[in-house]
């Protein structure tokens, strides 16, 4: 299996919809959300056409992690706390996740990680949407779900050559698919109208050091990436911790008591997170 | 923080979370510390475990933990800041198990 032609990946990729094994909820989402005109009121009402998802995004807003523990009643209450763009990504994820327990097992739990880590970076960096770029950590992966879903074999295939070469994922991708797992998710953040520093955020988290739009949440979710698999939360496809790129440290500027508090926070927020989602 | 189990909850322990009815209602407040009397009003609730103060010991041994850390970090270098990230996460283990 030799380098596939990235304009065809990319466009497999973006047509998502129309592979048979998608699941249903993430067709129609995608759909809705592909509209760049949508309204919160659209987005309100197809979500509560489905009792379950409903409860995930009630459950996940409502969770310790956004400081409104226990008080967001609906979807149209969350958007007004949280913003569009927040719960537009919330949505999407939970109507992944259950897919990405599948596709590889623990790369839920490093989703939620990099999520919770990211969070805790924008706000020591004093950044005003720190939920945004929890929505960047959350998502930063989910290529690796699409990948699974539209090329089944071939990634299983990559993530076996990962291992036995003792590469990380993100060069097996590279090998056998010419493109990557950030840029799949990027193509699709892009067409998902997120907003442009948020796709350029997950489509160079390995490279921090080409994004224009978002330099410092793009190292942000980069150093969010590191130091959950550095601890071992989740699993993502990779065995070995990948070396966090120069430019992004200096641009956070970490010492090494920043990263054991960060860790703390991390691991606290994690804790209270699967008590929540196990519910 | 560690979830405790309501039998195992001693005089002394403080509440890492408040305690709420399924209303939401805040029945004792984040920090408080537990009496006899608080830790059989928490067994008259009905609930079956509080999140307490204090760092939760993870459920494997601290070796085990350790080692794949340094499986994880095997193929690094002398890269500085890799050895400083790793540095803290072994702390950071370490401090879990008090």
């Not at chain 1, 930063?140 to 090329?151: A, E, F, Q």
């Not at chain 1, 990779?238 to 090494?256: F, R």
């Not at chain 2, 009905?46 to 794949?68: M, N, T, Y």
Request: glycine content about 6%; charged content about 25%; proline content about 6%.
């Amino acid at each position: 299996m030799g380098n596939m032609d990235p304009k065809a990946l990319r466009s497999r990729v973006e047509n998502i919809s129309n592979i048979p094994t998608i699941p249903s909820v993430l067709k129609q989402l995608s759909t809705i959300i592909e509209n760049p005109k949508i309204s919160l009121n659209e987005i309100s009402h197809f979500v509560s056409k489905d009792p379950a998802l409903t409860t995930k995004i009630l459950q996940m807003v409502n969770s310790a992690l956004y400081g409104f523990p226990g008080r967001i009643s609906s979807v149209n209450h969350a958007v007004m706390l949280l913003g569009l763009n927040v719960v537009k990504g919330l949505l999407l994820s939970v109507s992944v996740f259950e897919i990405m327990h599948k596709a590889m097992i623990g790369l839920r739990e490093h989703s939620i990680g990099v999520a919770i880590a990211s969070k805790v970076l924008a706000q020591r960096k004093g950044l005003k949407e720190p939920e945004e770029v929890f929505v960047a950590g959350l998502l930063h992966d989910v290529g690796k779900v699409i990948l699974t879903l539209v090329y089944p074999e071939d990634y299983d295939k990559t993530v076996k050559e990962a291992e036995a070469a003792g590469i990380s994922i993100f060069e097996a991708e590279r090998n056998h698919f010419s493109e990557t797992h950030a840029a799949v998710a990027g193509w699709l953040s892009e067409k998902w109208h997120f907003p442009k520093k948020l796709c350029d955020c997950i489509a160079n988290h390995h490279r921090p050091q080409v994004s224009t739009l978002a330099p410092l949440e793009t190292a942000i979710v980069h150093m969010a990436d590191i130091l959950v698999k550095a601890r071992g939360l989740g699993f993502s496809g990779d065995n070995l911790v990948p070396e966090v790129n120069p430019k992004a440290w200096d641009t956070l500027g970490l010492a090494e008591a920043d990263l054991r508090e960060i860790l703390k926070e991390l691991e606290d927020s994690v804790e209270q997170t699967e008590e929540e989602f196990k519910s | 923080m560690p979830k405790i189990p309501v039998e195992q909850l001693k005089p002394g322990m403080k509440l890492a979370r408040p305690l709420q009815n399924s209303s939401g209602m805040v029945l004792m407040a984040e920090g408080a510390e537990l009496t006899e009397a608080r830790i059989s009003k928490i067994e008259n609730m009905g609930v079956d475990s509080v999140f307490i103060d204090g760092p939760s010991r993870p459920a494997q041994p601290k070796e085990d933990l350790l080692d794949a850390l340094d499986r994880r970090f095997a193929k690094m270098g002398g890269n500085p800041q890799m050895s400083l990230i790793k540095k803290a996460v072994r702390e950071h283990i370490e401090a879990m198990y008090g």
